[in-house]
């Protein structure tokens, strides 16, 4: 017995020692530019992306890449079996009308056209309960979504779920409200086939909720996610934006300026009892707001604060701070007598720069950026793509610390998209563009949270290790 368990010590003795010569060689004979870690991660342009558009009948879609490269590249907008478009010339601006009741549009990107490839979608309503502007971000698929805002018994609130990709997903939806989490009997989850669409009613998952959290997850493939909120008693119509994932530290920018409610969602998915602290960033500064600079939020919850005389009207962003992580948005309302709503929500800093693909300016619509540097002070470039015609010259905007600054979008023939690409030295910056339209009765607005351009993969560095050779 002795020599057996002598004899297999010796046996692993050799393999360790002919695993750390292999190893020994392959160091030796390396190029010697791997023996150098890589300072840090390295930045390489995006080769292949997909965005899904989750309702575009009857809306206006524009789709752009920024302007720079010229590697080949296309870009393929389709609807069902239908090829609407082939973009293939980064910087040019592609803009339509998509027919009505069309399935949801799939965009593919690759080449030259998929770094920094936008999608977005925008349908003016002028009657009915729809009144308003309702624009969507088109989002890629992932593993996990978030959205806050109204409930079902505030509005009627549609989730669209998109599997894009070649094979099945399976997607889990919960759903928290200011009651607390909600379970159903079917647990919440959805299977879809590959390239299957499915538009599920939040009624049947939370019929009373006034406001809720909403998270998709995948445990199996890759989804595309949207809700529509269309409000009661005809208050407007508007998408919810996609939410950054839970934080301890959430900013939320772009809430514009003017009249009208200012209301204030924060959600938190842990168990226990969270209290957040809140500061306004306005183009004065940033300071606490009196009387409401806290607010608690139940474990596994959503609390909501009205900020309407706090923020003072001003253009702003939010930051708020806790001890566990929270997820956040505030719903702002227009004014006059036939109200529009709009939803922002907590977002990332546009390190890698951001694209705003749909946008207005002229006559009774006006677009405008909202930038925000909460820490230290931004610089940025703001460059603006018209359908017709060469991109604009960029020109600079300065951002000063802990405040907002509002950059209005001047006057372009037709629709436009947007570049934003911060400069070296910037501190982190946050944005939001908001379009508003003077309408008989009323302001029709709709804000999209500036979100982080597919410019960029941020490749980690790659260092050797034995660990690569041995257990």
């Known amino acids: 017995m002795k020599s057996l368990i002598e004899n297999r010590f010796s046996l692993l003795v050799l393999v360790l020692v002919a695993l750390l010569a292999l190893y020994g060689v392959a160091y030796a004979t390396q190029p010697q530019s791997v023996a150098t870690p890589a300072p840090g991660f390295e930045k390489v342009p995006v080769a292949s992306v997909t965005a899904v558009c989750p309702a575009p009948g009857d809306t206006s879609v524009g789709v752009v890449t920024p302007p720079g490269s010229r590697e ?16 293939d010339v980064p ?15 799939v965009v593919t990107a690759t080449g030259s056209m998929a770094a920094g490839l936008e999608v977005a979608q925008t349908r003016r309503e002028t009657s009915g309960d729809q009144r308003g502007l309702a624009g969507a971000r088109c989002t890629e698929p992932v593993a996990s979504t978030w959205l806050i805002g109204p409930g079902p018994a505030a509005a009627d609130v549609t989730l669209y779920l998109t599997n894009a990709d070649p094979a099945p997903a399976i997607a889990e939806i919960m759903v928290y409200t200011g009651e607390g989490p909600v379970f159903d009997d079917t647990g919440g989850v959805f299977t879809l086939k590959p390239g299957q669409s499915r538009s599920i009613k939040v009624l049947d998952l939370a019929p009373s909720a006034l406001v809720l959290a909403v998270q998709v997850r995948t445990s199996s493939g890759r989804v595309t996610t949207a809700a529509r909120a269309i409000m009661n008693d005809g208050r407007g119509v508007d998408w919810l934006p996609v939410s950054a994932a839970p934080a301890t530290r959430v900013v939320v920018p772009g809430i514009p300026g003017g009249g009208g409610k200012r209301e204030l969602l924060v959600a938190s998915a842990e168990e226990f009892d969270t209290l957040v602290e809140i500061k306004a960033l306005t183009p004065d500064g940033a300071y606490a ?11 596994g919850s959503v609390a909501t604060l009205d900020l309407s005389t706090g923020i003072g009207g001003q253009p702003s962003a ?27 929500a907590g977002a990332v800093p546009v390190d890698l720069g951001s694209v705003v693909a749909d946008n207005r300016a002229g006559g009774e619509v006006a677009s ?3 930038l925000t540097a909460p820490d230290a002070a931004g610089t940025v470039s703001v460059q603006v793509v018209p359908r017709e015609g060469e991109p604009r010259e960029p020109f600079q905007v300065e951002i000063a610390a802990s405040r907002t600054k509002q950059v209005t979008l001047k006057k372009v023939d037709g629709p436009f998209a947007v570049v934003v690409q911060p400069l070296p030295g910037s501190g982190p910056v946050y944005g939001g563009r908001v379009m508003d339209e003077r309408l008989k009765g009323g302001q029709a607005l709709t804000v ?13 560095p790659i260092a050797e290790s034995v660990a690569t050779v041995l257990p």
Do not use: N, Y
Request: net charge negative; glycine share 10%.
């Open 318 to 344: 939010l930051v708020l701070t806790s001890d566990t992580p929270i997820v956040a948005g505030l719903v702002a309302t227009g004014t006059g007598s036939k109200t529009d709503v709009a939803f922002t």
């Open 72 to 87: 080949p590249g296309s870009a393929t907008l389709v609807t069902g079996d239908r090829t609407l478009a082939t973009v």
């Open 91 to 105: 910087g040019r601006l592609w803009h339509d009308e998509v027919p009505a009741s069309s399935p949801p549009l």
């Open 289 to 299: 707001l009196q009387g409401s600079e806290l607010i608690e939020v139940p474990g």
């Open 448 to 460: 999209q949270p500036l979100a982080p351009a597919r410019m960029w993969a941020l490749v980690p």
């Open 368 to 370: 405008r950026l909202l």
